[in-house]
């Protein structure tokens, strides 16, 4: 599934657990019981209702800001990224596969091309486009009036030049995959046997047209890159030395609202306006980022040291639901939490999965068991207060259409889990259980630091797992060595055995960008054959019948179910504090609501009484 920052954010950025999305990386729907942003209906009560046993529910949240009082021109605004760790600071969609920094650059950066609601392409963007009747070619035209901050042009040569650096055999970042090399001549240039890719050609300055192997239905729903690569500032750099270069890490430029001034690494960025954007002049001035521990978010917000954030721990909501300087945004999230199993390791060498029928979680048993043992409907309603839930397959309620709603997934089930662990052979030996074979079984389980509930819901994991006689032992830390460990470099620490992350998924509902045999961010290093043919079905011809696809992808829910590579805990809202002297602003996909309008109503944020 493909990330809404971009048309292949799969972050794919990568998902913080504790930071509301986690991590990416490139980085692809809404639930019959959850609502979608655009069924959401605006409320100017800011008291949440509260249903039985204190919990809370997303229906009772708009999307949209209310506006109170008109706007003055100009001011200067405070976002909050909420995190325990600093943003790494790879600022530039080509390059970059994590949520915080993705957070950063939503300011500044932005697509050619937009979405609607139903997270297909729109001819609103800085780009249009046109299909040809096979629905193989797309011809892409940037509007005259889309320029760089350096007052430089976008055109089509700086977006051929994005695919022809990602599709270069140094590219050390993480977008290369299945939605590349779909592209007519892409693998022939990755393998230095072309010079150029022949499926790409640039028409003339602001007009590019792509050829892909295989017309998709994911191609009109976030499979084309969509993020243009200056090539009058890259164009003379080795493509191994562009991530770490001082026009990704101190200088990054775009084309969005803002413009980066400053950067204190991993700390704050201070932008300012782009008069010359191309959809019209934003209506603040300054936008000053920072990021703030999710221990002291509450005091950020009551002071007004923050205007808004990019999340709000939802376990400190109900103590604060009824904060009297701000109006809290919800909407169901694009994302789930989930526990993942390392079965193979990446091959860094030919950018693909091997699995190993000899990894210590090789056994489907006694991951079935370990699944049965915890139960996530209480720990959405004890450490969520019901606005996180339990969730059951890996195509999350944000995507209603592919969703499979009657599928329970594995239910909570200790007895059961018991059952399995002994018919499997797993005895136990004391306290805990023997491997079949009689030796020692320890495993280690890797989770991300983050709010004040991280540590004990991992730990609550733990236990779940020591009480069906499995000895676990917990390692906590910080979100960037978390993703390093698990393998978004390509290099897979064989010391952990179980982790706990979670995804971001895009606006397409293809999940190949996260279990396929060629995706760097299939962290557990599951591949099979009928996973192959299940993913490769969802993109196929016949799955342009929707019909078709949606029985395609709950036969995939399903076997992702029965092998458990990874199974999901929690699906997810997403809970925004906004000061009231906000106006113009929105979370969610579809509002047609834009950065550049966002203004206030007065110079300074209102304060809690």
């Known amino acids: 599934?493909?990330?809404?920052?971009?048309?292949?954010?799969?972050?794919?950025?990568?998902?913080?657990?504790?930071?509301?999305?986690?991590?990416?990386?490139?980085?692809?729907?809404?639930?019959?019981?959850?609502?979608?942003?655009?069924?959401?209906?605006?409320?100017?009560?800011?008291?949440?209702?509260?249903?039985?046993?204190?919990?809370?529910?997303?229906?009772?949240?708009?999307?949209?800001?209310?506006?109170?009082?008109?706007?003055?021109?100009?001011?200067?605004?405070?976002?909050?990224?909420?995190?325990?760790?600093?943003?790494?600071?790879?600022?530039?969609?080509?390059?970059?596969?994590?949520?915080?920094?993705?957070?950063?650059?939503?300011?500044?950066?932005?697509?050619?091309?937009?979405?609607?609601?139903?997270?297909?392409?729109?001819?609103?963007?800085?780009?249009?486009?046109?299909?040809?009747?096979?629905?193989r070619t797309f011809t892409f035209t940037i509007r005259d009036n889309v320029n760089w901050h350096d007052g430089m042009p976008v055109t089509a040569q700086d977006w051929e030049f994005a695919h022809e650096v990602i599709g270069h055999k140094d590219y050390d970042g993480s977008r290369y995959g299945a939605d590349f090399t779909n592209i007519e001549g892409?693998?022939?240039?990755?393998?230095?046997?072309?010079?150029?890719?022949?499926?790409?050609?640039?028409?003339?300055?602001?007009?590019?047209?792509?050829?892909?192997?295989?017309?998709?239905?994911?191609?009109?729903?976030?499979?084309?890159?969509?993020?243009?690569?200056?090539?009058h500032i890259f164009g003379g750099m080795e493509v191994a030395k562009m991530s770490s270069s001082s026009a990704v890490r101190e200088k990054p430029i775009s084309f969005g609202p803002f413009k980066v001034e400053s950067i204190v690494p991993g700390e704050s960025v201070v932008y300012v306006k782009n008069p010359d954007y191309?959809?019209?002049?934003?209506?603040?001035?300054?936008?000053?980022?920072?990021?703030?521990?999710?221990?002291?978010?509450?005091?950020?917000?009551?002071?007004?040291?923050?205007?808004?954030?990019?999340?709000?721990?939802?376990?400190?909501?109900?103590?604060?639901?009824?904060?009297?300087?701000?109006?809290?945004?919800?909407?169901?999230?694009?994302?789930?939490?989930?526990?993942?199993?390392?079965?193979?390791?990446?091959?860094?060498?030919?950018?693909?999965?091997?699995?190993?029928?000899?990894?210590?979680?090789?056994?489907?048993?006694?991951?079935?068991?370990?699944?049965?043992?915890?139960?996530?409907?209480?720990?959405?309603?004890?450490?969520?207060?019901?606005?996180?839930?339990?969730?059951?397959?890996?195509?999350?309620?944000?995507?209603?259409?592919?969703?499979?709603?009657?599928?329970?997934?594995?239910?909570?089930?200790?007895?059961?889990?018991n059952q399995i662990l002994d018919e499997a052979g797993y005895k136990k030996n004391g306290e805990f259980r023997t491997n079949p074979d009689g030796s020692e079984l320890v495993i280690n389980f890797l989770s991300m630091t983050g709010g004040d509930i991280a540590e004990p819901l991992a730990r609550y994991y733990v236990q779940s797992w020591n009480a069906i006689g499995l000895n676990v032992n917990l390692e906590m830390v910080e979100f960037n060595t978390f993703y390093d460990r698990i393998g978004r470099n390509g290099k897979d620490d064989p010391s952990v055995d179980v982790y706990q992350g979670a995804w971001s998924v895009g606006i397409d509902v293809d999940p190949t960008g996260l279990y396929g045999r060629d995706a760097l961010f299939n962290f557990p290093r599951f591949a099979d054959e009928k996973n192959d043919r299940l993913l490769a079905e969802g993109v196929s011809e016949k799955a342009f019948d929707v019909a078709t696809r949606q029985a395609i992808y709950k036969e995939w829910q399903q076997y992702m179910i029965d092998e458990i590579p990874v199974f999901p805990t929690l699906y997810r809202s997403q809970i925004v504090p906004v000061n009231k002297r906000i106006l113009n602003y929105a979370i969610g996909d579809g509002t047609g609501i834009y950065l550049h309008e966002l203004a206030v109503s007065q110079d300074n944020p209102v304060v809690a009484e």
């Open 278 to 417: 191309w959809r019209g002049e934003p209506n603040l001035d300054k936008v000053v980022l920072k990021v703030i521990s999710p221990t002291t978010v509450v005091q950020h917000l009551k002071s007004g040291g923050v205007d808004l954030v990019d999340s709000f721990p939802i376990d400190q909501f109900p103590d604060n639901a009824n904060m009297s300087n701000v109006e809290y945004l919800g909407v169901v999230d694009r994302a789930y939490t989930y526990i993942g199993f390392k079965l193979g390791k990446w091959d860094e060498t030919n950018k693909v999965v091997v699995p190993n029928s000899e990894a210590k979680m090789a056994d489907v048993n006694l991951r079935k068991a370990m699944w049965h043992a915890v139960d996530n409907d209480q720990v959405g309603k004890r450490f969520y207060h019901g606005l996180r839930w339990n969730a059951t397959t890996l195509i999350p309620p944000s995507h209603p259409e592919f969703h499979d709603a009657s599928n329970p997934g594995v239910t909570y089930d200790v007895e059961k889990a």
């Open 1 to 135: 599934m493909k990330k809404r920052m971009g048309s292949k954010m799969l972050l794919p950025l990568l998902l913080a657990f504790m930071m509301v999305l986690s991590a990416c990386a490139s980085g692809k729907g809404n639930d019959v019981t959850q609502p979608t942003p655009s069924n959401v209906q605006n409320q100017t009560n800011n008291e949440k209702k509260s249903t039985e046993e204190g919990l809370h529910s997303i229906e009772d949240f708009s999307n949209i800001k209310t506006n109170e009082g008109e706007p003055i021109n100009g001011g200067t605004i405070t976002y909050g990224l909420v995190s325990d760790a600093p943003f790494e600071g790879i600022l530039n969609y080509n390059f970059s596969d994590g949520i915080p920094d993705a957070r950063v650059q939503t300011w500044f950066d932005e697509a050619l091309l937009t979405w609607d609601k139903n997270y297909v392409y729109t001819n609103d963007g800085a780009a249009t486009y046109e299909v040809s009747e096979d629905g």
């Open 186 to 231: 892409m693998v022939e240039y990755r393998e230095g046997k072309a010079d150029k890719i022949s499926g790409i050609k640039v028409l003339n300055d602001k007009k590019l047209q792509i050829t892909y192997i295989k017309s998709t239905p994911s191609l009109l729903t976030g499979s084309i890159w969509t993020y243009p690569l200056a090539k």
